[in-house]
């Protein structure tokens, strides 16, 4: 049912699966927030140009416009009739535009708003989770604002072209260290444990470790260079990432454009997978300090000192 032509997609069920975790996404802050959910909501963040062009489609498909543009004049670079209704000129179409570039990162934001507001009681106890999610809402403030500046034409008027380049900078720095120090856990072994106080989440050891141990992390399910290459992959594609998500930017030709995308959905599946991997390990470090705890004599390969 439809398109059953991968094996590990099984059926209806993991697409009603999705479906349902999309929906759940689009439904915050009014639906509780889950790693899950978190994870499609940060792919989305990824794919603004993609929901840009579902509205031209839909727009030129559903006013009739896409048979009425005449033929494709070679030596002009365009139709022989311009678009009419689904160009920015049209307020309605201009207003949907707008909504759907900072729509990915709205619903980001709502996200972590929501694990903050879950997690605020919580203080009582002494837990301060709320921390990371009041910081990576600022992170997602910054990247609002260089969509925002570039929806005012910050990315192409020159007299504010400055405020969108220092927007630019600000919100390509915060995301690249969010993405290797907090969503990888990777790092130098001080910075990283600063953060992890800074966020609110338990440092269980003041070992000093060595080599790879110290520059990245104890445990890791892949060899160090592929961590290496991560970040490298990362610092390279955030270079470029703020023209990607800027709307009617014109720093950069279409088509280059485009090839920014391609490099963010490479960027997007490095994030994935190590993302994942890093949440496995905190969830399991987690785990065996509350068992170290009840049963002291716990293997001293599965201590939270050589877990983080």
């Known amino acids: 049912w439809p398109l059953d032509w991968m094996p590990e997609w099984r059926d209806a069920a993991q697409r009603v699966a999705l479906l349902r975790m999309v929906t759940r996404t689009v439904l915050l802050p009014f639906a509780s927030a889950s790693f899950a959910a978190g994870f499609v909501a940060d792919v989305f963040t990824s794919m603004p140009k993609l929901f840009i062009d579902l509205l031209a489609t839909g727009c030129i498909y559903s006013t009739g416009e896409a048979l009425r543009t005449g033929h494709w004049d070679p030596e002009l670079h365009r139709f022989e009739h311009g678009l009419q209704l689904c160009t920015e000129a049209t ?99 001080p910075l990283r444990r600063r953060v992890r106080v800074a966020i609110g989440e338990p440092v269980y050891s003041k070992r000093r470790d060595s080599g790879a141990a110290y520059w990245l992390r104890p445990v890791r399910a892949l060899p160090s260079v592929c961590y290496t290459a991560g970040i490298s992959v990362d610092l390279c594609a955030r270079l470029t990432w703020a023209i990607y998500i800027s709307p009617g930017q014109q720093v950069v030709q279409a088509n280059v454009t485009l090839l920014l995308g391609t490099i963010e959905l490479i960027r997007r599946a490095v994030w994935g997978l190590l993302r994942i991997e890093w949440e496995q390990i905190r969830r399991e470090s987690v785990e065996v300090h509350q068992d170290a705890r009840s049963q002291p004599l716990l293997s001293a390969a599965h201590t939270p000192d050589a877990m983080i």
């Open 91 to 189: 307020p309605s179409y201009r207003a949907a535009y707008g909504v759907l570039s900072v729509l990915p990162f709205y619903l980001r934001l709502m996200q972590c708003a929501r694990q903050m507001y879950d997690a605020w009681p919580l203080r009582a106890s002494g837990s301060h989770a709320w921390r990371r999610h009041a910081l990576n809402m600022a992170k997602y403030v910054t990247s609002l604002s260089v969509q925002a500046i570039a929806l005012r034409g910050g990315a192409s008027v020159e007299g504010r072209r400055i405020l969108w380049f220092a927007a630019s900078c600000v919100s390509t720095l915060a995301a690249f260290a969010w993405d290797v120090l907090v969503d990888w856990g990777l790092g130098p072994q």
